[in-house]
């Protein structure tokens, strides 16, 4: 049988007297040799593997961190099971608990680094409730595994284009996709906005070391959109990206496999940070990494009414990256449409607040005229100003996703109509029949206004 091999490095956490007095156990019980010289194997692993976890985490190192963690918490509780059946009076299981208090207590640490200290804490609890009756448990699985020796890093390495990653999702422009800023109907204001504080530090950056030099004027940590559903948070985004000519990938955090896991999402949200800077470093490009419904990553850790150490652990993993992101030639910009429920460090390091409500009439314009336009029988409205007009003012107060729905049901009562070109008057049911879609968005602006000091509010 192959198992991990790691080095010996460095002393850390587990309670030496103990682990020695059932090391010299192990060794003396001559009736089990091939058994307890395996157990003193998986033990000098699992030893070593906490060593180079702080070791991971002292550097920073979450490709390690991540790789050295799983290993420690399946070896673990497994071990100290087997120990307190073997060997009930040395109590194992309860002066390892205590150690690791102990431990966490003095690093007094309260950043996402020492996050294994209380899984590991958790899992030997855990198993202390659920421990069988004298039973010896079964070996992990893992440790069948053949030719592991190392971690393996996904992200690209020095002077490699790596296009694929599990941990995140590139955007690919289709043929929809928005083209730039000339995709974006109205909207004036959010667009000198973006292209002040986004696009001129990225073309000028000789300008914008100018500007922070003479005027104190930085680009934000983070640009936060929020405001009802449906407003085209995702479409200005990808624009954006249009516009600039940077890529931008969407972390994939709670949808990515092991999410489920202990510690899984805050996991995934490393492992993605960390392909998305070695990317724009091997590549020499800023690049924008978007969080879309950004309250499921960063739930609210105040009152508990909506948060779990899952949730806690997931915030406590981002916020250093919002710190440190815009260093690393990220720009980083979130989404959502319940503002209230994120996480108010988060909000804080978002430092750009801007309000994406209703579209007016030349952002309706143009969604209808891009969602008309991806059937043959609707480009000669979409061509046709006056008639476009008329629904373009029947359709006030939907949101873009609501119009992108409203020319679908217009399209079924054309091609019913003896298959015709759509038509403005195609319109007018779908629009009578579906008032209930319209956002409330005088709820959103009274429930979920950001505060006025310091936030940026405008409307768009």
């Known amino acids: 049988m192959r198992i991990y091999s790691i080095s010996n490095n460095i002393n850390f956490g587990y309670n030496r007297d103990l682990n020695e007095k059932v090391k010299s156990r192990l060794k003396n019980d001559t009736k089990n040799q091939e058994v307890n010289a395996q157990i003193l194997q998986l033990n000098e692993i699992c030893n070593n593997a906490e060593d180079k976890l702080k070791e991971a985490s002292l550097k920073n190192d979450w490709v390690s961190m991540s790789y050295y963690e799983d290993m420690f918490n399946t070896l673990k509780p497994y071990l100290a099971n087997q120990f307190v059946v073997m060997y009930p009076k040395l109590n194992y299981r309860q002066k390892e608990i205590e150690t690791y208090k102990q431990e966490l207590t003095e690093l007094n640490n309260e950043s996402s680094e020492y996050e294994w200290l209380e899984n590991v804490i958790e899992n030997l609890q855990i198993d202390e409730i659920f421990a069988g009756e004298g039973e010896i ?43 730039g800023f000339d995709s974006l109907g109205g909207m004036k204001e959010l667009k000198e906005t973006l292209t002040d504080k986004i696009i001129l530090p990225l073309k000028n950056p000789e300008l914008a070391k100018l500007d922070e030099i003479e005027y104190g004027k930085k680009a934000p940590r983070g640009f936060l959109f929020y405001g009802p559903p449906g407003c085209g948070k995702t479409y200005i ?28 999402a805050a996991t995934n949200m490393k492992m993605a940070y960390e392909y998305i800077k070695n990317y724009a470093k091997n590549n020499n490009t800023p690049v924008i990494m978007f969080f ?26 981002l916020l250093p990256i919002l710190e440190e ?7 980083v910009i979130g989404a959502t449409n319940k503002y209230e429920l994120l996480d108010d460090a988060v909000k804080s390091r978002m430092e750009d607040k801007t ?8 952002t309706r314009e143009r969604v209808l005229k891009i969602h008309l336009s991806k059937f043959s029988k609707g480009k000669a409205l979409a061509e046709d100003a006056e008639a476009l007009a008329k629904v373009v003012k029947i359709t006030h107060g939907f949101s873009n996703r609501d119009i992108s729905i409203l020319v679908d049901k217009a399209a079924t009562i054309a091609r019913k109509n003896g298959r015709r070109d759509i038509k403005a008057e195609d319109f007018i049911k779908p629009v009578k029949e579906n008032q209930n879609m319209k956002v409330k968005e005088q709820w959103y602006k009274d429930n979920q206004s950001v505060p006025s000091a310091g936030f940026n509010t405008k409307s768009v």
Do not use: C, H
Request: no cysteine.
């Open 137 to 179: 448990p079964e070996a992990p699985d893992i440790f069948m595994l053949s030719d592991v020796n190392e971690p393996v890093n996904d992200a690209p390495a020095e002077n490699e284009t790596q296009e694929v990653s599990d941990y995140v999702e590139k955007f690919e422009p289709n043929a929809f996709s928005p083209k």
């Open 237 to 264: 985004t990808q624009a954006l990206a249009a516009e600039a000519g940077v890529p931008m990938f969407k972390p994939k955090v709670i949808d990515n496999e092991g999410a489920s896991y202990v510690n899984g």
């Open 292 to 317: 879309d419904e950004m309250e499921s990553l960063a739930a609210n850790r105040e009152g508990g009414s909506t948060g779990s150490k899952e949730d806690d652990k997931l915030v406590s993993t």
């Open 325 to 331: 992101a815009r260093g690393n030639n990220i720009i």
């Open 355 to 362: 309000y994406i409500g209703l579209p007016d009439d030349d």
